[in-house]
């Protein structure tokens, strides 16, 4: 067995590129801000975020969402204004979730697809506010159904076909508020697809579906089920429609089906426990990724901070970088505003 130095040379050898030791000091390309700046493989712009913002009724309200400190529920009317400011910091989208009461919640989720519910109250603001951002959806039963899941319940069954249904119903009533981009975020079995030829068949055409096709079943949703009055609804749990955590080819397999449907964007959710299921979707298809830095993952960071135990600010910008990092395109992320007035200084 040659000693490791030896070794390492003949390494040095097979790739030229990589010099030994003392010719290689890695460390000279670390040695200052700008010689750093030059090498640096990844950066975050405020043009990779998508704003998720929550809404609810009233006039003139912005309630704080104590599971998520700096978050807060605005009012529809408020809503139109903060699009307006994220978008001058450069934030190219938003993607709206309604908070609703227990009485807007019924068995057969009829609020979920009434064009003036609050979601679709608030896509028609952002549009009048501010025309040139995008807006986002998401389409799922949850913040409508009588139980808190995403699906219709029958017979303790999540049903699947007529979910597809009326998730069709509210994509349709989103288009014709002027969305731009759908997020079903339901886990349903064949809802791209149906809802892709019902967008084709009424005219929507230009309409974009970014699916949550990589939606696993995590814990990391508790705060942002407290955001929109979900978590006392959610009877039993989601783990017969959202996928297994332990499950990677299961998530390629998704995401190849939702592509195939006719998704123009794809989503994986949670952010920073799945960048390597990122990494994976970006290398295997190539397509537009983005991943959801969801409401656990940002209540850690801001737990943590507010202890004094992480430098809050430097961890932000380090999780954002580490999507970017992993091949994502964008990241959805409650950080977005603050996030884009560090960057731009
Ligand atoms: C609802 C939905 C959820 C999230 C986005 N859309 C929660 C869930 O599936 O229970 C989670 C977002 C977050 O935690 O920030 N279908």
């Known amino acids: 067995m040659p000693p490791v130095g030896e070794l390492f040379k003949e390494v040095c050898q097979m790739r030229p590129t990589i010099a030994s030791f003392p010719s290689a000091r890695p460390r000279r390309a670390r040695q200052s801000p700008a010689i750093r700046s030059m090498v640096r493989e990844n950066v975050v712009t405020p043009a990779d975020f998508i704003w998720p913002v929550f809404v609810r009724d009233g006039?003139?309200?912005?309630?704080?969402?104590?599971?998520?400190?700096?978050?807060?529920?605005?009012?529809?009317?408020?809503?139109?204004?903060?699009?307006?400011?994220?978008?001058?910091?450069?934030i190219p989208a938003i993607c709206v979730f309604p908070y609703t009461s227990m009485d807007?919640?019924?068995?057969?989720?009829?609020?979920?697809?009434?064009?003036?519910?609050?979601?679709?109250?608030?896509?028609?603001?952002?549009?009048?506010?501010?025309?040139?951002m995008a807006v986002m959806t998401d389409i799922a039963l949850d913040p409508y159904n009588i139980n808190g899941h995403d699906g219709f319940v029958v017979n303790g069954e999540i049903v699947n076909d007529r979910t597809v249904e009326a998730l069709v119903k509210m994509a349709l009533a989103q288009a014709d508020c002027g969305a731009d981009i759908l997020g079903p975020s339901d886990m349903m079995d064949g809802r791209i697809g149906a809802i892709r030829s019902a967008l084709e068949a009424e005219g929507h055409?230009?309409?974009?579906?970014?699916?949550?096709?990589?939606?696993?079943?995590?814990?990391?949703?508790?705060?942002?089920?407290?955001?929109?009055?979900?978590?006392?609804?959610?009877?039993?749990?989601?783990?017969?429609?959202?996928?297994?955590?332990?499950?990677?080819?299961?998530?390629?397999?998704?995401?190849?089906r939702d592509l195939a449907e006719g998704a123009d964007m794809v989503m994986v959710k949670p952010g920073l426990p799945y960048l390597d299921v990122c990494r994976r979707v970006k290398d295997t298809f190539g397509a537009p990724t983005f991943a959801y830095q969801v409401s656990g993952e940002f209540a850690m960071i801001r737990a943590a901070a507010e202890n004094g135990w992480i430098d809050g600010q430097k961890v932000m910008l380090e999780s954002l970088t580490a999507f970017k990092r992993a091949g994502c395109d964008g990241v959805l992320t409650y950080f977005a505003p603050e996030a884009a007035k560090v960057l731009l200084g």
């Open 205 to 256: 055409q230009r309409v974009m579906i970014l699916s949550y096709a990589a939606k696993f079943a995590s814990a990391f949703y508790g705060p942002f089920r407290d955001a929109v009055g979900a978590s006392s609804a959610l009877t039993g749990d989601k783990n017969t429609y959202q996928i297994d955590p332990a499950n990677s080819d299961e998530a390629l397999r998704m995401i190849e």
């Open 59 to 90: 006039t003139g309200v912005e309630e704080p969402v104590p599971s998520m400190p700096g978050v807060v529920r605005r009012s529809v009317d408020l809503i139109g204004a903060a699009a307006k400011e994220a978008y001058g910091l450069g």
């Open 104 to 132: 807007a919640r019924t068995e057969d989720c009829a609020m979920a697809w009434d064009r003036d519910n609050i979601a679709n109250r608030a896509i028609r603001e952002i549009k009048d506010a501010v025309p040139e």
